[in-house]
């Protein structure tokens, strides 16, 4: 296929090297001077996206996803797909797959988790909004960039998969965090709380897989100085997002709104920002109760 990919960061390079990598025909535009290889590189968006069967998008949030999308949909031939992996609101990821099908588009929204060691792997697992043609025309890039893809339903169902996971993510790591510290000032070895809350009821991906505590478990970020990893910033990103959507929705989300203002805290006031999501531990280590 011939591809133009358009925001070729941290995880768009890698996904945009794996697939010229598997023989498509890649042209990328990243504002930022960039080379990525086996990838043409052009001058513009619309550049990269006039005359591409799919053109994908990774970019950094919902504003600048819906102006690249103004550059590039009237460059896009009818039929072509625009599959945005990015992270963005929900209500975006909506406008834009709009946008797209009614200019005679086929539209997805697919972020992905995996992080960016699953997108140098080709690991990543896509949660995909849109149509049954749109999901089938992507599918096979899936499979080059990622090892799962689920098509979770109609425009912007991928983007909603997507933060009512990290909300439940940030919520069971502060949970596990907090029940650390307590366990700590009530005497209790941290190998030991491991060993029983992870074959318990309270188990959870961040204590059996990403355990918050360093030496503990899988090895984890915790393991590595808490180097991320999930930085605590992007955590801090895709739960604000998950409460902009739970004000359009008016749905009741008091623990992801609890976990929002923690991690606001952390990044902005304390030392949070560029350290991993599981550094929540240190921080409630150090503090009594209010
Ligand atoms: P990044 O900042 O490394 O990359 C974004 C790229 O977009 C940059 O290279 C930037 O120059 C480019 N860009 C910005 N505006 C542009 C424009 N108008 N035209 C063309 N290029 C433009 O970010 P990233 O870590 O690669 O993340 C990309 C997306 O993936 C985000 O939405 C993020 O939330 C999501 N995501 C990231 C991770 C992660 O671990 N990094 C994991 C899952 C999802």
């Keep these: 296929m011939k591809i133009g990919f358009i925001g070729l960061g941290n995880m768009g390079a890698p ?35 006039s ?36 992270t963005v609101d929900v209500d975006s990821a909506r406008t834009v797959a709009e946008q797209a099908t009614s200019a005679s588009l086929l539209a ?18 896509f949660m995909a909004g849109g149509s049954d043609a749109a999901f089938a025309k992507a599918a096979p890039l899936f499979d080059i960039m990622g090892q799962k893809a689920v098509h979770c339903g109609e425009a912007g169902a991928g983007q909603a998969a997507k ?45 059996n897989a990403y355990c918050p505590a360093p030496g ?31 004000n359009s929705a008016d749905a009741d989300t008091p623990m992801g709104q609890a976990a929002t203002r923690l991690y606001e805290q952390f990044v902005e006031n304390e030392d949070g920002m560029g350290r991993d999501f599981s550094a929540m531990l240190p921080r409630f280590e150090k503090r009594g109760r209010l």
């Excluded at 990598?21 to 086996?38: I, N, Q, R």
């Excluded at 990838?39 to 513009?44: D, E, G, T």
Aim: with cysteine; aromatic share 4%.
């Design 15 to 49: 996904m945009a090297a794996n697939l010229a990598h598997a023989g498509h025909e890649v042209t990328g535009f990243d504002m930022a001077d960039v080379t990525v290889e086996g990838v043409a590189m052009a001058a513009s968006g619309a550049e990269a996206a």
């Design 51 to 86: 005359g591409a069967d799919v053109v994908i998008t990774m970019l950094p949030n919902g504003q600048i996803l819906r102006s690249v999308a103004n550059e590039i949909i009237p460059a896009m031939a009818e039929g072509a797909a625009l599959i945005d992996c990015s």
């Design 108 to 125: 997805v929204d697919a972020p992905v988790s995996g992080g960016i060691g699953g997108a140098a792997a080709g690991t990543l697992t």
């Design 163 to 207: 933060i009512c996971n990290n909300m439940i993510l940030g919520v069971t790591m502060i949970a596990t965090c907090e029940a650390f510290a307590l366990a700590d000032k009530l005497g209790l070895d941290r190998q030991k709380m491991f060993d029983v809350v992870s074959t318990s009821s309270g188990y959870s991906w961040t204590m």
């Design 216 to 246: 503990v478990g899988p090895d984890s970020p915790a393991d590595n100085g808490y180097t991320p990893g999930f930085a605590a910033e992007l955590m801090l990103k895709d739960l604000r997002l998950s409460q902009q959507a739970a």
